[in-house]
Nanobody, 124 residues
Framework: QVQLVESGGGLVQAGDSLRLSCVVS????????MGWFRQAPGKEREIVAA????????YVVDSVKDRFTISRENAKNTVYLQMNSLKPEDTAVYYC?????????????????WGQGTRVTVSS
């Protein structure tokens, strides 16, 4: 059973930066597309960013693409989400997940095995 553990969330002020990390157990991390999602209070979970197994291609949703960056270190079984210029509307629980490489990078289909999430709260 693959386990995903997110960390790096916290309470910050608008304009601050955070880097979220997600460590994945097992030996097959380098074969997965990895994605970051978020769920704000009262809203559905939405995809934020995704990255191919080698890290050569990334996808970041338009609403945050000028502020957020996804990256990965396969040697450390870790995917990151760098979040800059945070806004109150970025407040949410952030989750990472994985899917097989055959799926579309932009699609939310195929994701399995979710972490417990890390909470990000941005005050104005």
């Amino acid at each position: 059973q693959v386990q995903l553990v997110e960390s790096g969330g916290g309470l910050v002020q608008a304009g601050d930066s955070l880097r979220l990390s997600c460590v994945v157990s097992g030996r097959t991390f380098g074969s997965y597309i990895m994605g970051w999602f978020r769920q704000a209070p009262g809203k559905e979970r939405e995809i934020v960013a995704a990255i191919t197994p080698t890290g050569s291609t990334t996808y970041v949703v338009d609403s945050v693409k000028d502020r957020f960056t996804i990256s990965r270190e396969n040697a450390k079984n870790t995917v990151y989400l760098q979040m800059n210029s945070l806004k109150p509307e970025d407040t949410a629980v952030y989750y990472c997940s994985k899917k097989a490489s055959g799926f579309s990078l932009r699609s939310t289909s195929g994701y399995t095995s979710w972490g417990q999430g890390t909470r990000v709260t941005v005050s104005s």
